[in-house]
């Protein structure tokens, strides 16, 4: 994935977070279980964490493989976790909610995918012998 397509999906995602955050507040607070509602919020919460940790991954010095990696992973868990939860709340299908945990389960992946990179150190680095 380019710089470019990356920034792309950032963009998406963070105008989908602000978008669908106002859809509860505005359009399904009298509509949903306060249950419901914690759903939803939570997968805009995680999606706007998330979105935020691919724009770390898009700026951070990191290898070419290292950030496709964890861009990836990331983005498959906005997907899975954030994603089946909007499904499970808009369409009442709690078989939806199956699908968070391998979404956070990539979103770990992406986290470890970064401390992974920092502890390998980046070739062209140097910390100045500290």
């Known amino acids: 994935m380019s710089q470019r397509q990356l920034l792309a999906v950032i963009a998406i995602s963070g105008a989908?977070?602000?978008a669908?955050?106002?859809f509860a507040a505005h359009g399904l607070s009298a509509q949903l279980s306060a249950a419901r509602l914690g759903?939803?919020?939570t997968a805009v919460s995680y999606q706007f964490v998330h979105t935020l940790a691919l724009a770390v991954?898009?700026?951070a010095p990191l290898a070419s493989a290292q950030r496709r990696l964890a861009a990836r992973l990331f983005i498959a868990g906005l997907v899975l976790f954030s994603g089946s939860l909007y499904l499970l709340?808009?369409?009442?299908q709690p078989k939806f909610g199956m699908l968070a945990p391998l979404g956070g389960s990539a979103f770990i992946g992406g986290w470890l995918t970064l401390l992974y990179a920092a502890w390998r150190g980046h070739p062209e680095e140097s910390d100045g012998g500290q």
């Open 20 to 22: 669908l955050g106002a």
């Open 39 to 41: 759903q939803w919020q």
């Open 57 to 59: 991954v898009m700026l």
């Open 16 to 18: 989908l977070g602000v």
């Open 89 to 92: 709340v808009l369409l009442d």
